[in-house]
């Protein structure tokens, strides 16, 4: 019996060398000792159509620190799809606010937009669409009503980096795209996520959040 696997990772020696480059000059966490990150945060911004990337431990981290820098809590609602990984989910129960479960399309999985404007209530903040098995959400539909509404855009772009929607690039059509870097996911740095905004204030915040608000300066 042949067994198709679901992923597996290709590393060649220039992934070895560099990482035995990166331990061997010491970069070891965030950009302390040299900036392989910040190299990686910007091709990876760049690839997605925004222009700032913040790396994260996980894509549950990189949904979590995206969800806190929006400012939401308990009493507010973010719509996510009944069907995808449960990080997305968590990621709005951890600040105490409410995630309100919308369906899918049949044929695509993504989130049913056309149940969007039903779940809109006084309450909703943000909606937060999945781009399932590398098939990205209806985006026009999605920002269309969230420009209505004043809602937050978070696109959860863990399983579609490189995915294009009309020519676009998931990850950056929302305000906030967040990837994870998994074993499993399209890229891989082992563990690891990524959030990219075009937002100057939100990539700052997420900065801060992100490193305990220390600033890159005291840190050391
Ligand atoms: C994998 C995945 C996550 C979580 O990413 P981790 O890096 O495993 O924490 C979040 N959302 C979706 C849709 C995923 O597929």
Same mark, same amino acid.
């Given at each position: 019996?042949?067994?198709?696997?679901?992923?597996?990772?290709?590393?060649?020696?220039?992934?070895?060398?560099n990482?035995?480059?990166c331990?061997?000059r010491?970069?070891?966490s965030g950009?302390?000792?040299?900036?392989y990150?910040g190299e990686?945060?910007?091709?990876?911004?760049?690839?997605?159509?925004?222009?700032?990337? *913040?790396?994260?431990t %996980?894509?549950?981290? +990189?949904? !979590? /620190? &995206? @969800?806190a820098?929006? $400012?939401v809590?308990?009493?507010d609602?973010i *719509?996510?799809?009944? %069907?995808t990984?449960? +990080?997305? !989910? /968590? &990621? @709005?129960?951890?600040? $105490?606010?409410t995630p309100?479960?919308?369906?899918?399309?049949?044929?695509?999985?993504?989130m049913?937009?056309e /149940?969007?404007p039903?779940?809109?209530t006084p309450?909703?903040?943000?909606?937060?669409?999945?781009?399932?098995?590398?098939?990205p959400?209806?985006?026009?539909?999605?920002m269309?009503?969230a420009?209505?509404?004043?809602l937050?855009?978070?696109?959860?772009?863990?399983e579609?980096?490189g995915?294009?929607?009309?020519?676009r690039a998931?990850?950056g059509?929302g305000?906030?795209?967040?990837?994870?870097?998994?074993?499993?996911k399209?890229l891989?740095?082992g563990?690891?996520?990524?959030?990219?905004t075009?937002?100057?204030?939100?990539?700052a915040?997420a900065?801060?959040l992100?490193?305990?608000?220390?600033?890159?300066?005291d840190?050391?």
């Amino acid at each position: 019996m042949t067994t198709i696997p679901v992923y597996s990772p290709d590393i060649g020696a220039a992934e070895v060398e560099n990482a035995v480059d990166c331990i061997k000059r010491g970069m070891l966490s965030g950009t302390i000792g040299g900036d392989y990150n910040g190299e990686f945060e910007t091709l990876v911004s760049k690839q997605c159509g925004a222009s700032h990337g *913040i790396t994260t431990t %996980s894509g549950t981290t +990189a949904l !979590a /620190l &995206a @969800v806190a820098c929006i $400012g939401v809590g308990e009493g507010d609602e973010i *719509i996510v799809p009944a %069907s995808t990984n449960i +990080a997305t !989910a /968590l &990621a @709005v129960t951890y600040t $105490g606010a409410t995630p309100v479960f919308i369906d899918s399309e049949s044929d695509t999985w993504c989130m049913d937009c056309e /149940l969007l404007p039903s779940l809109v209530t006084p309450r909703t903040r943000a909606i937060m669409p999945v781009h399932l098995y590398g098939h990205p959400a209806d985006m026009d539909a999605i920002m269309d009503v969230a420009d209505r509404h004043n809602l937050v855009v978070i696109e959860d772009n863990a399983e579609a980096q490189g995915a294009n929607y009309k020519g676009r690039a998931t990850g950056g059509i929302g305000h906030i795209g967040c990837l994870s870097f998994y074993i499993n996911k399209v890229l891989t740095t082992g563990e690891g996520g990524m959030l990219v905004t075009n937002d100057e204030e939100i990539a700052a915040r997420a900065r801060l959040l992100k490193n305990l608000a220390y600033s890159e300066r005291d840190r050391c």
